[in-house]
T-cell receptor, first 111, second 111 residues
């Protein structure tokens, strides 16, 4: 599975959009981009995933560049409850469903 | 509401004890995983199982074993607990490439 690079930390003002970048320059054609987050003292929670098209759900939007070498997770109106560690994971879809986590980005939403 | 349940939230064991961490999922998922999480090291995969009685080593299997006798239950076993196994342990499950669901975690302290 391809390696990802994320900034270690970011701040965002409450109510503003939070844009979390992820670099995955070695991604191959059959690898998906997944985003999870982990709120303090809880297990990670799935947010969204995509292959090459932009995706949106009730939690967030995922923008993947045309060359697929990077992506951005967008939380459109960040709240204090969005303070968490956000993980970008790239992996091949397979029966084992294995997830390998990197260090992630700690997002601090400030009032 | 889908659930991954870990048997204990907090556990204190003595060095040399045999420790069992239990995980049960109610989603009929084929895949189940055990991770440990330590400050500065992120989530690291210990073992995973893609079917009953099937298991594969993750990135850090040393000192651990697993058991999957029934589809819904995946046990992590510390044969002889050591202080360097003090950690947060997280169980997860999924079906193929679908989102993974995590338990709340077990914070194990070995004294």
């Amino acid at each position: 599975d391809a390696k990802t690079t994320q900034p270690p930390s970011m701040d965002c003002a409450e109510g503003r959009a939070a844009n979390l970048p992820c670099n995955h320059s070695t991604i191959s054609g059959n690898e998906y981009v997944y985003w999870y987050r982990q709120i303090h003292s809880q297990g990670p929670q799935y947010i969204i995933h995509g292959l090459k098209n932009n995706e949106t759900n009730e939690m967030a939007s995922l923008i993947i560049t045309e060359d697929r070498k990077s992506s951005t997770l967008i939380l459109p109106h960040a709240t204090l409850r969005d303070t968490a560690v956000y993980y970008c994971i790239v992996r091949v879809v397979s029966n084992t469903g294995k997830l390998i986590f990197g260090q992630g980005t700690t997002l601090q939403v400030k009032p | 509401d889908v659930k991954v349940t870990q048997s204990s939230r907090y556990l204190v064991k003595r060095t040399g004890e045999k420790v069992f961490l239990e995980c049960v999922q109610d989603m009929d998922h084929e895949n189940m995983f055990w991770y440990r999480q330590d400050p500065g090291l992120g989530l690291r995969l210990i073992y995973f199982s893609y079917d009953v009685k099937m298991k594969e080593k993750g990135d850090i299997p040393e000192g651990y074993s697993v058991s999957r006798e029934k589809k819904e239950r995946f046990s992590l076993i510390l044969e002889s607990a050591s202080t360097n196994q003090t950690s947060m342990y997280l169980c997860a499950s999924n079906y193929q490439n679908t989102e993974a669901f995590f338990g709340q975690g077990t914070r194990l302290t070995v004294v």
